[in-house]
C-alpha cells in the first residue's frame, strides 16, 4: 500500500477506524470518511501519518462527489476505496417501516453504489484500482430480525459481482468483504437494541468469540493489495465458521 492513495468510508469507528489506521501504517495517503466529522477527525489523530479526515455522508450523491473533489485536490487519484460505511436494523419484514427500511438502503446499498459510481472513473483513467466493499454474511444467509440489513448487504454482494465483471478489463478489481459477528461500537449499539448481551452472542459463535474490526481490517488490506491481483467479483466469508454450522 506504500504510497497509494485509498479513500475509506465509515472510518471514524469499528472496522473503519481500523481499516484506515492500517492503511495509513502500511504507508497509503488516507482519506478517511464519516458521516460524524469529529469521528473522523479523531481517527485522523490516531493515525500519526499521512490522514485527511473528510465530513462525508455516502448516502448523499453531492456529499459523494465533494469527497472525491477533495481527494483529487488533497492526495490525488484514488488507488483503493474501501466501502465500511453501514447501518443496521433490527426487525422483521412487517416491523420494519418504510423510513427504515429505506434509510438502511441509502448508507449500505446506495452509498455503496455512489462511491464506487465516482471512484471507478478515476481509477480506469489512472490505470486501475482496487475496491473492497463492506457485505455480510447476512447478504449470504438468512438472519433473524434483520430483513432490510440483510437486504442491503445481498444487495452489495450482488453489486459487487457486477461492478468486477463491467470493470475487469479496465484493470479495475472489485471485491466484498462477508464479515459475521464482529465486536465493534456498532455490533454493541444494536445488543442493546435487543437486549442480549456479549456473552450470549459469543456463545452462539463456533470458535466460542467475536471477530475483532483489525481482523476485518487485515482482510480488507489482502484484498486491497496487490497480492490479491487475480481476485475480482469474490465475497470473502471471515465469520469464525458461523455460516460452516
Same mark, same amino acid.
Given at each position: 500500500m =506504500?504510497? =497509494? /492513495?485509498?479513500?475509506v468510508?465509515?472510518?471514524?469507528?469499528? #472496522?473503519?477506524r481500523?481499516?484506515?489506521?492500517?492503511f495509513?501504517?502500511?504507508?497509503?495517503?488516507?482519506l478517511?470518511?464519516? /458521516?460524524?466529522?469529529?469521528?473522523?477527525?479523531?481517527?485522523?489523530?490516531?493515525?500519526?501519518?499521512?490522514?485527511l479526515a473528510?465530513?462525508? %455522508?455516502?448516502?448523499?450523491?453531492?456529499g459523494?462527489?465533494?469527497?472525491?473533489?477533495?481527494? %483529487?485536490?488533497?492526495?490525488?487519484?484514488? !488507488?483503493?476505496?474501501?466501502?465500511i460505511?453501514?447501518?443496521g436494523?433490527?426487525?422483521?419484514?412487517?416491523?420494519?417501516?418504510?423510513?427504515?427500511?429505506?434509510?438502511v438502503? @441509502?448508507?449500505?446499498?446506495?452509498?455503496?453504489?455512489?462511491?464506487? =459510481?465516482?471512484a #471507478?472513473?478515476? *481509477?480506469?483513467?489512472?490505470?486501475?484500482?482496487? &475496491?473492497?466493499?463492506?457485505?455480510? #454474511?447476512?447478504?449470504?444467509v438468512g438472519?433473524r430480525?434483520?430483513a432490510?440489513?440483510?437486504?442491503? =448487504?445481498?444487495?452489495?454482494?450482488a453489486l459487487?459481482?457486477?461492478?468486477a #465483471?463491467?470493470?475487469v478489463? %479496465?484493470?479495475?478489481?472489485?471485491?466484498? &468483504?462477508?464479515?459475521?459477528? &464482529? %465486536?465493534?461500537?456498532?455490533?454493541?449499539?444494536?445488543?442493546?437494541?435487543?437486549?442480549e448481551?456479549? !456473552?450470549?452472542?459469543?456463545?452462539?459463535?463456533?470458535?466460542?468469540?467475536?471477530?475483532?474490526? !483489525?481482523?476485518?481490517a487485515?482482510?480488507?488490506?489482502?484484498v486491497? @493489495?496487490?497480492?490479491?491481483?487475480? *481476485?475480482t467479483g469474490?465475497?470473502?466469508?471471515?465469520?469464525?465458521g458461523?455460516?460452516?454450522v
Amino acid at each position: 500500500m =506504500k504510497d =497509494k /492513495v485509498a479513500v475509506v468510508t465509515g472510518a471514524g469507528s469499528g #472496522i473503519g477506524r481500523a481499516t484506515a489506521l492500517l492503511f495509513a501504517r502500511e504507508g497509503a495517503r488516507v482519506l478517511a470518511a464519516d /458521516v460524524n466529522a469529529e469521528a473522523a477527525q479523531e481517527t485522523a489523530g490516531l493515525a500519526g501519518s499521512e490522514v485527511l479526515a473528510v465530513a462525508a %455522508d455516502v448516502s448523499d450523491e453531492r456529499g459523494v462527489i465533494d469527497m472525491f473533489a477533495t481527494c %483529487d485536490r488533497q492526495l490525488g487519484a484514488p !488507488d483503493v476505496l474501501a466501502n465500511i460505511a453501514g447501518i443496521g436494523s433490527t426487525t422483521t419484514a412487517p416491523d420494519t417501516s418504510l423510513e427504515v427500511w429505506e434509510r438502511v438502503f @441509502s448508507v449500505n446499498a446506495r452509498g455503496t453504489f455512489l462511491c464506487c =459510481k465516482h471512484a #471507478i472513473p478515476r *481509477m480506469v483513467a489512472a490505470g486501475g484500482g482496487s &475496491i473492497v466493499n463492506m457485505a455480510s #454474511i447476512a447478504g449470504l444467509v438468512g438472519l433473524r430480525n434483520r430483513a432490510a440489513y440483510c437486504a442491503s =448487504k445481498g444487495a452489495v454482494v450482488a453489486l459487487t459481482r457486477a461492478l468486477a #465483471i463491467d470493470h475487469v478489463t %479496465d484493470r479495475v478489481r472489485v471485491n466484498c &468483504i462477508c464479515p459475521g459477528t &464482529i %465486536d465493534s461500537p456498532w455490533v454493541r449499539r444494536l445488543l442493546d437494541d435487543v437486549g442480549e448481551s456479549l !456473552d450470549s452472542l459469543r456463545a452462539r459463535q463456533p470458535m466460542g468469540r467475536l471477530g475483532t474490526p !483489525d481482523e476485518v481490517a487485515a482482510a480488507v488490506l489482502y484484498v486491497a @493489495s496487490d497480492a490479491a491481483a487475480f *481476485m475480482t467479483g469474490s465475497a470473502l466469508v471471515l465469520d469464525g465458521g458461523l455460516t460452516a454450522v
